[in-house]
């Protein structure tokens, strides 16, 4: 869908999409429009259930108007915006209109970007492996009314960073483990650096003279090597500091030795979506010049059963040099984010780290697929992240830490268990208090399990069913509310 800004209103669209208010409150453009057709908006809403109600639709064929819900006039909030949008995408998607026209009512820049936030990420699809297309979006035009198009072409750069983040990220999540293995997904990474982000691969030798053994047990099964990937994007050569935010990239989580059950197990070729959304957060902070200094990092791996896979039972020296006790081989996230969050305090000393993963099925369980779960040492930090995600969309809830918990991750044998016992108790806890344990030099640091909101079974507001994305516009926020220079 190409996105163009206008200020001709009188052209001939196919259809153009206007707004009204709750209670059927007309905006200017619905009032003069429905003046100019002798009524036919109003007389089209008394004969139906429309009352502005955000949802609500009416399409008047005959005129090419879609007439379209706006809610309370006070309550056109970002999450509002967004939901409108998807709603207009979805009706240009399944009619495949050509040359649409949004002019709902005389938005603002701001408003009318969320609008086609909502509208574009609504309506994506994942068709490369479709032998036959049906589903050609390139020859759709969306003309959007501006008074001073070519300053809205250039403001929405901002917005466009964020969604073609969400899209990489979600592009990514999507692909196949026979496809996107470890190393197809370094290669993926190194694209960013087209856009002046530094690219450091830590391949398995370097990796194994390091000591990143947590890391290099996970693989151990696998054809397919690991790599821990970094990207620096450096927006602001003044400052000193550094954001730091890590993902998990698990390309395809079978449970190892531990298998898991055959019922869902495709789900897990999706068990990269944290790296995934690291790639998608660097790519958007990029593309839309923050000034802020961020490294990404990611652990790539596969957890797969072979003669050679690591066992439940192995103790295993981190990189941090604490030792670990496997009692389950499919707890192998927190094994590979532990390495992570060691590597990345040692070599770029970030001011606040932020880790994305796939981490626990109990998250789903606990708050289902719209909150993602967050656990943090540092209240501020919560805060940020809780305020930000209130603004985008993207809830969170902050889930419980402490003592209690630290006890249930106690081994015989070593520093810390990887499963937590009692078994399944408060798994995605003990999860999280696993990771605290790589957390060195008292680092602000924030966990977000995101097992339950990376992906939608049916469908959200601005997400068709499947890969989500969840995170990126969060972070993207949190970094401009909080730490970019103006
Ligand atoms: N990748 C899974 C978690 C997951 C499950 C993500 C379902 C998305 C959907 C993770 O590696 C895992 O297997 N976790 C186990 C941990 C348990 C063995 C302590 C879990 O949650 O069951
Ligand atoms: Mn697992
Ligand atoms: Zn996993």
Request: with cysteine.
């Amino acid at each position: 869908m190409n996105i163009k800004f206008t200020s001709e209103i009188n052209k001939d669209y196919d259809l153009t999409i206007i707004g009204i208010y709750k209670k059927n409150k007309f905006s200017n453009i619905a009032n003069k429009t429905d003046k100019k057709l002798n009524g036919i908006i109003s007389k089209s809403i008394k004969n139906s259930t429309f009352n502005g109600e955000i949802g609500d639709l009416v399409h008047i064929h005959s005129e090419k108007l879609l007439i379209v819900g706006l809610g309370e006039e006070k309550d056109l909030t970002e999450i509002n915006l967004q939901k409108i949008g998807g709603k207009i995408g979805l009706i240009l998607q399944k009619e495949k209109v050509k040359n649409s026209f949004i002019f709902l009512d005389n938005f603002s820049d701001e408003n009318n970007f969320k609008i086609i936030y909502g509208l574009i990420l609504k309506t994506y699809t994942f068709t490369k492996y479709k032998t036959e297309n049906t589903d050609d979006k390139t020859n759709q035009s969306i003309f959007v009314y501006s008074q001073n198009p070519q300053k809205s072409e250039n403001d929405f750069l901002k917005t466009k960073a964020i969604i073609d983040g969400i899209t990489t990220t979600r592009n990514l999540a999507n692909e196949p483990s026979n496809v996107l293995t470890t190393t197809e997904f370094v290669k993926e990474v190194k694209n960013l650096s087209k856009l002046g982000i530094k690219i450091e691969i830590i391949d398995e030798k370097q990796l194994k003279k390091m000591g990143a053994n947590l890391i290099l047990s996970v693989a151990k099964g696998s054809e397919y090597p690991p790599y821990i990937v970094s990207m620096s994007y450096t927006g602001n050569k003044k400052s000193k500091n550094t954001i730091g935010i890590i993902g998990k990239g698990l390309c395809f989580d079978s449970g190892g030795i531990s298998i898991k059950p055959s019922k869902g197990m495709d789900e897990m070729k999706s068990d990269m979506t944290g790296a995934a959304t690291v790639v998608g957060i660097m790519e958007s902070l990029a593309k839309r010049k923050a000034k802020v200094n961020v490294v990404g990092v990611i652990g790539l791996a596969e957890n797969m059963p072979d003669g050679n896979s690591y066992k439940p039972g192995d103790v295993i020296k981190s990189l941090s040099g604490k030792t670990v006790e496997v009692l389950n081989t499919d707890a192998e996230g927190r094994l590979v984010l532990g390495d992570c969050i060691t590597y990345t305090i040692k070599n770029f000393k970030p001011n606040l780290i932020i880790d994305f993963a796939t981490l626990t099925g109990a998250i789903i369980i606990a708050l289902g697929e719209e909150i993602t779960g967050l656990f943090s040492n540092n209240k501020e930090l919560a805060k940020k992240l809780i305020t930000s995600g209130l603004k985008t969309g993207e809830e969170l809830w902050q889930m419980p830490m402490g003592t209690k918990f630290k006890n249930m991750i106690k081994s015989n044998i070593a520093d810390m268990n990887n499963l937590g016992k009692p078994e399944r108790t408060a798994s995605s806890i003990t999860a999280a208090e696993f990771l605290e344990n790589f957390v060195e030099n008292d680092t602000p640091w924030a966990h977000l399990d995101i097992a339950g909101t990376a992906w939608t079974s049916s469908g959200n507001d601005i997400s068709p069913k499947g890969l989500t994305g969840v995170g990126v516009n969060l972070i993207n926020e949190f970094i401009s509310n909080y730490y970019e220079e103006k």
